[in-house]
């Protein structure tokens, strides 16, 4: 009888170890994200770095992210089935100049602007190795609801789509990434990754 | 003619109508003797509203699949069974979509591709987009925006 009663507590715990590791997973991975999104904002509103030029925020800004996630995920995850039609060299290329697109548009985009609000909610576990997170953004009296999608890779958990108002940024860009392969190539896209960087205004017009 | 041949005839004709009217209703029926040349996959999403069984399934505008049925799982997501051909290939980065045919057409569920691992049949897509409510952006939006009142 004692045997069989250690054996169940024994069970018990190792149940309660395991969904306790996963709890602690998520909350886990809850901070980093808003810690890594404070830390992002910092960058553009905290008095320390208002000397900065928007170049030297935008390399801040990377570097704050780039310590907690990978970006080539997300952008690699965009481009798709289209990865193996560039060549190495372009596949290089390509991420380091959507990185730095991406980084314009967030500096340029807050600037002038007060600063959002980022309340981060509920963690829901959607498969095994994916975590969804909600999160809700003040910004000029307006509220938006973006999820983050995060999938545990070789690299840690990583983030590999954001869905902002039921668009995901991953499907969206995909669909303009497509259109584009359908009738261009890989140096092309390049062409145009540089020109749109090139330009002063980037905003939710700008398409590729 | 001898009773032997005729009852021989008459013999081989019921079976011809026998294997007519089998030949009939597996075709009617679907059924397939050596497995079935479709398989299912579920998408999960927050909202299927339009979905029903029967609607499209398409990739780049083409239809590939139907929708084989709509249901609630315990966490009240919309859960969605996609019927496809074996011969179209799938994988795991591959998203959801509800979308709609023009602005108040039919909705329909849109495949995009992604490029990662072979997605096994029953596999679950839980990268998935919702149909946009469009009454929801025109109260959030154009009419100044629900949540600024309740924030």
Known sequence: MLKYLTKAILLLSLIWGASSVSVSAEEAQRAKLQGTIDAALDVIYS???ASLSDEE???KVRQTIEASYDLDVIIRRA???NWGVLSPRE???VLELVKQLVLKAYVKGLKGKGRPQ???GEVT???????EIESKIFLDGKTFYVLYRLRKMQSGWQIYDIVAENVSVVSNYREQLDDHFRKGTG???ITRLKELLQQDEINEDTKI | MNNRSIEFFVGCF???GLAAVLYLAIQVGGARFFGSDRYTITARFSSASGVNPGSRVEIAGVRVGTVKEVVLNERFDAIVTLELPNSLELDEDTIASVKTAGLIGDRYINLSPGGGMPMEPGYEIVDTESALDIESLISRFALGGIDEKSE
């Open chain 1, 57 to 59: 925020k935008q390399a």
């Open chain 1, 187 to 189: 140096a092309e896209l």
């Open chain 2, 14 to 16: 019921v079976l011809v």
């Open chain 1, 91 to 93: 596949q290089g290329e």
């Open chain 1, 125 to 131: 576990t959607t498969s095994e190795g994916r975590m």
């Open chain 1, 47 to 49: 008095d320390c770095c």
């Open chain 1, 118 to 120: 980022v309340t981060l």
């Open chain 1, 79 to 81: 481009i798709g089935r």
